[in-house]
């Protein structure tokens, strides 16, 4: 089957909450909230450009994202911006030279780390909630300096998913075995212990137990529950969020891009 979209997730560490990023064509991106307490979803902004979420992190309590972005266009090429999900609109932005962004990440729901030699640019400011650290510091107790991010495993870490090295593919890993699941772009275990995962644009939730009795792929894809089957979304202007003016919005289009 033809994908029309991928789609790829930041979760909260804190909360109950998730940013989606569906991809497609190649060179965009919506960017869609996920309160995964309702299973609610709020379809956001577009980017045309690249999205580099591996180097992009979402606040504990879901409310920032710092996210790593390119369209190589001039005047920036690349920046690491600081937005509300499901808005790319940049609050703060700091221009990059070239992909490599290092690894900007939350240290807490109010401190964000970013690697040094980043300079804000002009007429942008961190919002007054938020401090921004360095790796050489000051760091506020009792943090310390940041820990270099790993390289996302190719394993899920959480029990009941399992990437199989020899087929090169990921699954259900339940008291019946392991279970490939094709097509699977992720898979996540929840605090209750439900199976998350995606296929070509369409996110899927199985329980706890049908994920612990599957026998086969079938019995997956029949007991799994579809939340939401975004392959049809298409590219749509929207307005920036509450507390950016509109004569500052047209500033950050210009700079980036952003709908």
């Not at 962004?101 to 919002?127: H, M, Q, R, T, W």
């Not at 790796?135 to 899920?156: I, L, N, Q, T, W």
């Not at 009941?160 to 275990?189: C, H, M, S």
């Not at 086969?216 to 509450?242: C, G, I, K, Q």
Request: glycine share 10%; with cysteine; charged share 25%.
């Amino acid at each position: 089957m033809e994908r029309k979209c991928t789609l790829s997730v930041l979760f909260a560490s804190e909360a109950e909450k998730a940013v989606i990023f569906r991809r497609g064509p190649t060179k965009q991106t919506c960017m869609i909230a996920w309160d995964m307490r309702k299973d609610r979803f709020d379809v956001g902004q577009w980017f045309k450009g690249h999205v580099y979420l591996g180097n992009s992190d979402l606040s504990p309590d879901g409310k920032w994202l710092i996210v790593s972005l390119g369209n190589f266009k001039p005047p920036l090429g690349t920046w690491i911006a600081l937005s509300e999900p499901p808005y790319f609109t940049a609050r703060a932005l700091w221009p990059a030279s070239g992909t490599w962004f290092g690894y900007p990440e939350f240290l807490s729901k109010d401190v964000l780390y970013l690697p040094d030699g980043y300079a804000i640019a002009p007429n942008f400011s961190v919002p007054s909630c938020l401090t921004v650290v360095g790796k050489d510091g000051p760091f506020p107790e009792p943090k310390g300096r940041a820990a270099p991010r790993k390289a996302p495993a190719k394993s899920p870490p959480s029990p009941g998913v399992r990437y199989d090295r020899e087929t090169g593919k990921a699954g259900i890993q339940g008291k019946n075995g392991f279970i490939p699941v094709d097509g699977t772009e992720w898979l996540k275990v929840d605090d209750g212990g439900d199976i998350l995962f995606s296929i070509g644009g369409r996110l899927y939730r199985l329980s706890a137990g049908n994920a612990g009795n599957a026998r086969s792929e079938e019995d997956v894809m029949r007991h799994a529950r579809l939340l939401a089957d975004f392959t049809d979304l298409t590219f749509r202007p929207l307005p920036p969020p509450n507390g950016i003016r509109r004569r500052d919005s047209r500033r950050i289009r210009k700079l980036t891009g952003a709908s």
